[in-house]
């Protein structure tokens, strides 16, 4: 039976041995999914010990997604502009790596959650790894504005520059929250801040999200958060969490491993948490 992981440090929280054995029972998969705490500094000799073990491919979570493209022979452009891998798939001596968040965010919205993002206004709030890995598969969707909001300035120009010379539209732009005009609203604003976690709020204006705007906070599982309560303030009904983005970014995974796509509504219901 084929055996496939996910390694992070701490990782009992994870969901993703509960999200990929329930694909595997629903496509009829013989392979069998569990989660391995990774030491700190440690993660070449775990991922060697485990495919000398026989394993097949693993999932990569916090601390490691650096690691893993450093680990890597082939890097996909989605983990060489992320800079970090979330997949890792083994061909004898070769390591391939994927970071498959930024399609399983736009597929949440689009499939899903029934939001365009061709033609439409993108904010991205923050200018970490969570928004590196969503830019290419956003910017594939050819919205007509996608702007980088970050509370360090220098660090969102950095990123849109670095899309820039690597090909991407002029429509892509980075600044600071102050850079919002009050002018400026948008049909799809994603939270890739940490804030959520600890019940904080980034500094956005109310004016930027739009009536008819889908809000949306890439944390999941914690409810009404202050982002969405805010968007929920400035009048939009179209209010969602990250799990959709969870369950999709493992989806996209399972199909490079297995050649096989699960149907992810089912999953997507059951670790759903009212937004209230």
């Given at each position: 039976m084929d055996r496939y992981a996910v390694i992070?440090?701490?990782?009992?929280?994870?969901k993703s041995p509960l999200i990929h054995t329930g694909f595997a029972e629903a496509t009829g998969q013989a392979m069998t999914y569990t989660a391995i705490e990774g030491p700190l500094g440690g993660f070449a000799a775990a991922v060697d010990r485990f495919r000398a073990e026989g394993g097949k491919g693993l999932n990569v979570t916090v601390p490691f997604k650096l690691d893993a493209c450093a680990y890597a022979t082939d890097l996909a452009d989605s983990a060489r502009a992320a800079g970090a891998a979330n997949a890792l798939k083994f061909d004898g001596s070769r390591c391939?790596?994927?970071n498959f968040d930024?399609?399983?965010?736009?597929r949440d919205?689009?499939?899903?959650?029934?939001?365009?993002?061709?033609?439409?206004?993108?904010?991205?709030?923050?200018a970490g790894g969570a928004t590196r890995g969503a830019l290419l598969p956003l910017l594939a969707q050819q919205p007509a504005r996608v702007?980088?909001?970050?509370?360090?300035?220098?660090?969102?120009?950095?990123?849109?520059q670095e899309f820039l010379a690597r090909g991407a539209p002029p429509s892509l732009e980075g600044g600071g929250y102050a850079d919002l005009r009050p002018a400026d609203c948008f049909d799809v604003v994603i939270?890739?801040?940490?804030?959520?976690?600890?019940q904080e709020l980034p500094a956005v204006p109310p004016t930027a999200v739009a009536p008819h705007a889908l809000a949306y906070d890439m944390?999941?599982?914690?409810?009404?958060?202050?982002f969405?309560?805010?968007?929920?303030?400035?009048?939009?009904?179209?209010?969602?969490?990250?799990?959709?983005?969870?369950?999709?970014?493992?989806?996209?995974?399972f199909v490079w491993w297995r050649g096989v796509r699960p149907d992810t509504t089912p999953m997507i219901e059951r670790l759903r948490v009212p937004l209230n």
């Amino acid at each position: 039976m084929d055996r496939y992981a996910v390694i992070g440090n701490p990782i009992s929280h994870s969901k993703s041995p509960l999200i990929h054995t329930g694909f595997a029972e629903a496509t009829g998969q013989a392979m069998t999914y569990t989660a391995i705490e990774g030491p700190l500094g440690g993660f070449a000799a775990a991922v060697d010990r485990f495919r000398a073990e026989g394993g097949k491919g693993l999932n990569v979570t916090v601390p490691f997604k650096l690691d893993a493209c450093a680990y890597a022979t082939d890097l996909a452009d989605s983990a060489r502009a992320a800079g970090a891998a979330n997949a890792l798939k083994f061909d004898g001596s070769r390591c391939l790596a994927e970071n498959f968040d930024g399609i399983g965010l736009v597929r949440d919205i689009v499939h899903n959650l029934g939001h365009p993002v061709h033609g439409r206004r993108v904010l991205l709030l923050g200018a970490g790894g969570a928004t590196r890995g969503a830019l290419l598969p956003l910017l594939a969707q050819q919205p007509a504005r996608v702007f980088v909001a970050n509370r360090t300035v220098d660090k969102a120009t950095s990123l849109v520059q670095e899309f820039l010379a690597r090909g991407a539209p002029p429509s892509l732009e980075g600044g600071g929250y102050a850079d919002l005009r009050p002018a400026d609203c948008f049909d799809v604003v994603i939270n890739a801040t940490s804030a959520s976690l600890g019940q904080e709020l980034p500094a956005v204006p109310p004016t930027a999200v739009a009536p008819h705007a889908l809000a949306y906070d890439m944390v999941y599982g914690k409810g009404l958060t202050p982002f969405l309560t805010l968007a929920r303030q400035a009048g939009t009904p179209h209010l969602a969490d990250g799990v959709g983005m969870l369950v999709e970014q493992a989806a996209e995974a399972f199909v490079w491993w297995r050649g096989v796509r699960p149907d992810t509504t089912p999953m997507i219901e059951r670790l759903r948490v009212p937004l209230n």
